[in-house]
């Protein structure tokens, strides 16, 4: 009796160890998926849209990279060199399996954040983005969901050799008013192209 008990103990522990190890395994071949936001406002419809294509995504690392970066200076960057800040985000990037970059709308433009990040990886050595399956978005106040904003940003990321994964474009129009209090996007028609994007950066990884 004692012996069947002990037997049935230890298989019990077997499968414990056995899901232990497979939960362990899975959160260690997650891919990480890298989010870069134009938008540096803590209250940003940016980081929002980010946050909802990082859920659409699936299972994933989700790193949010900090573009709070000094300005684009020649003297700084020969003088100094490579800032650190800029050397981390390199560093993400290259860890990264895939990209989601939202920026927000300025006067028709990409914000200078965004610009400003893009000019820096630029400069980085190794082409950290070359070949990086990339999905761009614009999230905006005005009608056309920073729709200006997003071609320039296809302009812009193109030179650096990013995977553009394209599809059909996520311009999210008075932005401010598809999220709710806790952050979370409400548009169903958005939530439902962020998931075939979504869908089509994982499939590209
Ligand atoms: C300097 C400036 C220029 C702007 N220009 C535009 C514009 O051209 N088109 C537009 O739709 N919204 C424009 N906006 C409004 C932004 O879309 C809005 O502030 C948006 O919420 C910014 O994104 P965020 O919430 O991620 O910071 C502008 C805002 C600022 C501060």
């Known amino acids: 009796m004692c012996a069947l008990l002990q037997v049935a103990l230890e298989n019990i522990r077997a499968q414990i160890i056995v899901r232990t190890t497979q939960r362990m395994n899975t959160a260690m071949t997650q891919p990480t998926l890298l989010t870069l936001s134009g938008s540096l406002r803590h209250d940003s419809v940016n980081r929002k849209l980010l946050r909802a294509a990082a859920q659409a995504f699936g299972p994933a690392n989700v790193v949010e990279a900090d573009l709070n ?44 954040v965004m610009k400003n990040a893009l000019d820096w990886i630029s400069r980085l050595d190794g082409a950290v983005m070359t070949g990086k399956p990339t999905v761009l978005m614009t999230a905006a ?37 598809e999220f709710d209090d806790s952050g979370a996007l409400t548009n169903e028609f958005i939530t439902s192209l962020l998931e075939k994007r979504m869908q089509a950066l994982r499939a590209a990884i």
């Open 69 to 112: 970066l000094p300005l684009f200076n020649g003297d700084l960057e020969s003088d100094q060199g490579i800032p650190d800040a800029v050397r981390t985000l390199g560093d993400q990037i290259k860890a990264a399996d895939a990209l989601v970059i939202s920026s927000p709308e300025y006067n028709k433009g990409i914000s200078g």
């Open 141 to 177: 106040a005005g009608r056309a969901g920073g729709e200006a904003a997003y071609y320039m940003l296809i302009h812009c990321v193109t030179p650096l050799g990013a995977q553009i994964v394209n599809g059909p474009a996520v311009n999210v129009a008075g932005a401010a008013k």
